[in-house]
Each structure stands twice: as structure tokens, then as C-alpha cells.
T-cell receptor, first 115, second 110 residues
């Protein structure tokens, strides 16, 4: 296991199109998080899963966003009817339990550009 | 007001300098504290956890003051490779979301 894997690395889409990103966490990690980061800002929390249950969602996660983790392993984040304001880096992180003193492991992110 | 506040910098320092970053957080229920490092266009990576007693890892020292809701990071003998953005991170309760500050950019010059 080489860490948290995210695909694709880059995505350019036209406004109004739907996009889906995938995150494969570290295999023994039961918690999975999605964050969004825009230029010059720190990452902002979107949602998190414990196993397959989505336990918390940020108000940033509008109705156009949906996330799933169907079998408690990989997760997908879908954005419908993309807008230019959705352009950002989407980061996935995983942890086992609370993450403890070791924090969380982040993937390399998916950079979305909406044109 | 943001939950976690940091001076965005940039801090421009010469090699060998000592530099300190500060961070304040607003949620008194925050339980876990971290410093992450983020290189340009890369993902954040854990630099160190921060404990109430303070902790040191080589050239890096982190301090936490719960009463003042204040976290610091000290980097001694700065290297060119320390150039990055340093993110202050807190969690409100065990295992939930990380709340990031906006980051402080450090540039170490020869």
C-alpha cells in the first residue's frame, strides 16, 4: 500500500458538466475525509466517512455535491452542473480512528478547473 | 472570524535564521493540534503534533498554550528546503474534521 491514491490528478471540464473523483484510502484506515483547497487558502472540510457511513457534511457541500463510500473502502465525490467557483484542489485524507498523534494521510489531490 | 488564524506571510529569511510562526484558534473545545507542511501544488504532510508540554523534533519546536488558545512553531537553523507553507491545524473532537488555518508561507534564501 503506497498511501492514499486519488484519480484523476487533473480534470478540466466545461461549466455545467458533471465530474466524479475517486479516492482510495490506506487499506486499514476506516475514516475517509474530503477537503477542498483554493489558491492561497488552507484546505476546507467537506465531508467524512467512518467505514461506509457518511457522518458529517459541511455547509460547503451544496446539493450539487455528493459523496459515497459504498463498501467502506474507496470513495467517490461527484459534482453536478459544475460552476467556475468549483475550481479548486480536492483532497482526500484517511486515518485509522482519530488519527491520533500521527494525523491524517492525504492523497495528492485532484485539481479541478472549470472553464 | 476564522476558526484558525495565521499570519499569511511570506516570511523571507536567510539560511541559518530562526523563524517563528504563530497561530490562534477560536474553539476552546479543540483537542488535537498539528502543524502540517505543504509544498507548492502538493498535498499537506504532517510535520508534527503539538502537545501541551511542548515538543521538539530536531530543528522544529512546537508549543501549545491552551489558556490563550495559541500554537507556535519555531524553526531553528533554517534550510533552503524548509521553504514551504506551514499550516496550523486543530480538531474539535477525537477523529472529526481537521480545521486548517490559511497557512504561513516561508521562503528561505541563500
Amino acid at each position: 500500500d503506497t498511501g492514499v491514491s486519488q484519480n484523476p490528478r487533473h480534470k478540466i471540464t466545461k461549466r455545467g458538466q458533471n465530474v466524479t473523483f475517486r479516492c482510495d484510502p490506506i487499506s486499514e484506515h476506516n475514516r475517509l475525509y474530503w477537503y477542498r483547497q483554493t489558491l492561497g487558502q488552507g484546505p476546507e472540510f467537506l465531508t467524512y466517512f467512518q467505514n461506509e457511513a457518511q457522518l458529517e457534511k459541511s455547509r460547503l457541500l451544496s446539493d450539487r455535491f455528493s459523496a459515497e463510500r459504498p463498501k467502506g473502502s474507496f470513495s467517490t465525490l461527484e459534482i453536478q452542473r459544475t460552476e467556475q467557483g468549483d475550481s479548486a484542489m480536492y483532497l482526500c485524507a484517511s486515518s485509522y480512528g482519530s488519527g491520533g498523534p500521527y494525523g491524517y494521510t492525504f492523497g495528492s489531490g485532484t485539481r479541478l478547473t472549470v472553464v | 472570524r476564522k476558526e484558525v488564524e495565521q499570519d499569511p506571510g511570506p516570511f523571507n529569511v536567510p539560511e541559518g535564521a530562526t523563524v517563528a510562526f504563530n497561530c490562534t484558534y477560536s474553539n476552546s473545545a479543540s483537542q488535537s493540534f498539528f502543524w502540517y507542511r505543504q509544498d507548492c501544488r502538493k498535498e499537506p504532510k504532517l510535520l508534527m503534533s503539538v502537545y501541551s508540554s511542548g515538543n521538539e523534533d530536531g530543528r522544529f519546536t512546537a508549543q501549545l498554550n491552551r489558556a490563550s488558545q495559541y500554537i507556535s512553531l519555531l524553526i531553528r537553523d533554517s534550510k533552503l528546503s524548509d521553504s514551504a507553507t506551514y499550516l496550523c491545524v486543530v480538531t474539535a473532537n477525537a477523529g472529526n474534521m481537521l480545521t486548517f488555518g490559511g497557512g504561513t508561507r516561508l521562503m528561505v534564501k541563500p
